[in-house]
């Protein structure tokens, strides 16, 4: 019995890694090539206001504007803050949640706007990501809080050194050929960190589905739905989204074509299976992403925040949906 879970867990960790690797790859090569010619002088204008308003460094700013287009490539700009004792760990975990709604914005025309959508129809979709898209921007703005608590008085924007190489009022500006090689080193480095460990820690949460130790979860959905008196249509997509988060949107959409479930049960029940699945998501996508930049001690704080955060709103959000 092992020995099957070893093999499919360590297909499902290279699958995984290979699938990711390139994406990552990119984005931090595109940023840093951008910030190497000069070009991310032009979101100077976005930086400088963020960073004194959040009371973060020029970094960490940086980094958010950054997720925007590559979230990894904005947390690898935290890294070498880090590394550089520029930033504290506090620091961190608040811009990494500052960073939700640039994150979403990230997917919105590769995801969100081509995909949920269209299977949701204009209504339910547009409702369902903008919903999404609050979330976010209410964790961007807990995110400011938490900075604005943690690094009260530290005058961070203005007494802080900056590193360079990021910050791109600083940044020198060198021919495309220099700054490409230089940003493919940057790559590499980065990618020798993160490949490594990033695969050691999808394997071992394969392992952990593998053994079933998230179903537990799907078990409360019955009660919980019957409790509330919703639809039985919710439970299923609920269900079906835990395993598989496009079979769950495609199923809300199949059922609200057929006119057997309302739009107020699709946001519920894609808001619960959120909810009722959301350590077995962090666990699977975040965990491996911020262990593997930020080490095991501050990416298991990283997504311990950010996951709580997202919890609470989402539960908020639930509870108000209801009470409509």
């Not at 960073?51 to 990894?72: D, E, G, M, P, W």
């Not at 395993?243 to 519920?268: C, D, M, R």
């Not at 909810?275 to 077995?280: D, I, N, P, R, Y």
């Not at 950010?306 to 989402?314: F, V, W």
């Amino acid at each position: 019995m092992i020995a099957p879970i070893i093999h499919s867990s360590l297909l499902y960790a290279a699958y995984y890694t290979v699938k990711i690797v390139p994406i990552i790859a990119l984005g931090v090569l595109a940023t840093s090539f951008a910030v190497s010619i000069g070009l991310m002088k032009k979101f100077d204008r976005l930086i400088k206001p963020l960073s004194r308003k959040a009371n973060i460094s020029a970094v960490s700013a940086l980094s958010v504007v950054t997720c925007t287009f590559s979230t990894t490539a904005g947390y690898s700009m935290l890294v070498d803050g880090l590394n550089e004792k520029i930033i504290s760990e506090r620091e961190v975990i608040a811009t990494t949640v500052i960073s939700s709604f640039p994150g979403i914005l990230s997917h919105l025309f590769t995801y969100f706007v081509p995909v949920v959508i269209p299977i949701l129809g204009l209504t339910t979709g547009s409702i369902y990501v903008c919903l999404v898209g609050f979330a976010a921007f209410l964790k961007t703005c807990f995110g400011i809080f938490l900075a604005r608590l943690w690094l009260k008085g530290a005058n961070t924007f203005s007494s802080k050194p900056t590193l360079s190489a990021l910050d791109p009022a600083r940044a020198p500006v060198v021919d495309n050929k220099s700054a490409l090689n230089k940003s493919a080193k940057s790559t590499y480095r980065m990618l020798k960190r993160i490949v490594p460990t990033m695969f050691i820690t999808l394997f071992l949460v394969s392992v952990t589905m593998e053994l079933n130790l998230f179903e537990s979860f799907s078990a409360i959905l019955e009660p919980v739905t019957s409790i509330l008196g919703l639809e039985s249509e919710i439970a299923l997509i609920s269900a079906t989204e835990i395993v598989n988060t496009y079979a769950g949107i495609i199923l809300a959409g199949s059922l609200l074509g057929e006119g057997l479930i309302s739009t107020k049960g699709v946001l519920i029940a894609l808001l619960l299976g959120t909810v009722v699945s959301f350590s077995a998501r962090f666990v699977k996508h975040s965990l491996p992403l911020h262990v593997s930049l930020f080490g095991p001690k501050l990416g298991s704080k990283t997504v311990a925040v950010n996951a709580a955060t997202t919890l609470a709103i989402d539960v908020l959000f639930i509870v108000v949906l209801l009470i409509i």
